[in-house]
């Protein structure tokens, strides 16, 4: 009986509550705010060097620059420094969105990864002396098969080192590069790693040419996300594209409008940088180059 009227008097109470205290409205997730970089190896063709490179950037009017390590061991080559470099990007008004280098940290070896973490170390500290927040961490030095939770454990100590010089690393795979080329592979070990600043590097070409498709963006969180590599791809079979066939955004067949909307739903923070190896493009102007990549960009954000 007892049991009964509690039962009963549980129903009518719930008669009573406002429908909106059940069902309440989820606030609306903010979309992506969206910042253009371009990544320098768009116009490498043209023999630029970084300053130029620059100024072409700023011109066109990109928000910031993707920058490799070459390229900034081979100013500091001709005796010029870091802060001087630094003045450059802030007098430019660009921002050193990220830079590309290829220490093999995630290399099973134990005494090559040792080589890799020092690498990185000497790197991030660099790029914390001209204000870049961010580095590339592809899979350099790992072999098939990758124990992903052992890349995880890898990953964590990268980014406790980040931690420490200021410079983050972006996890990032390559679509080609059979030991790491998928973003279930990348989502596995950024998991694994279970540290808050895990970030992952995603890229339309590596995306397409590893099999990963583009359904799997829309599990990740908006901040996990930073920087994306923007290009397009074309109608030649996936596993004989290179890097060389990388198109403008748009100029493909890549689902764009569909990445677009991802990226914007998905909330955080984001530098979108075009990253293309076109050598129809590097034999053209480099001030050409960088306009109409920004246009194409822009088309969809």
Known sequence: MERRNLLKSMALGATVLPVASAFATPTKKKESTIQFSLNTSTLRGQKLDLHQMIEVAAKAGYDGIELWISELEAYLATGKSLASLKKLFSDAKLIPVNAI????????????????????????????????????????????????????????????????????????????????????????????????????????????????????????????????????????????????DRVYPGDGIGPMKEIAATLKAMGGDKFLSLELFNETYWAQDAQEVANTGLKKMKQFF
């Not at 927040?133 to 030095?141: F, L, Q, S």
């Open 101 to 244: 280098g290829f220490a093999p940290w995630m290399a099973q070896d134990v005494a090559k990864s040792k080589a890799g973490f020092e690498q990185m170390e000497k790197e991030m500290g660099m790029l914390a002396e001209i204000g870049c927040k961010r580095i590339a961490a592809p899979a350099i030095g790992a072999t098939n098969p990758v124990d992903l939770l052992a890349a995880g454990e890898q990953y964590a100590r990268l980014l406790e080192l980040g931690r420490k010089t200021g410079v983050m690393p972006q996890l990032e795979f390559w679509g080609a590069f059979e030991p790491f080329h998928q973003l279930g592979q990348a989502l596995a070990t950024a998991a694994a790693a279970n540290d808050p600043d895990a970030r992952l590097l995603p890229d339309v070409y590596h995306l397409f040419r590893g099999g990963s498709g583009f359904e799997g963006l829309k599990l990740l969180n908006g901040n996990a996300i930073e920087v994306f590599h923007m290009n397009d791809f074309t109608s030649k079979p996936r596993l004989d594209q290179k890097d060389s």
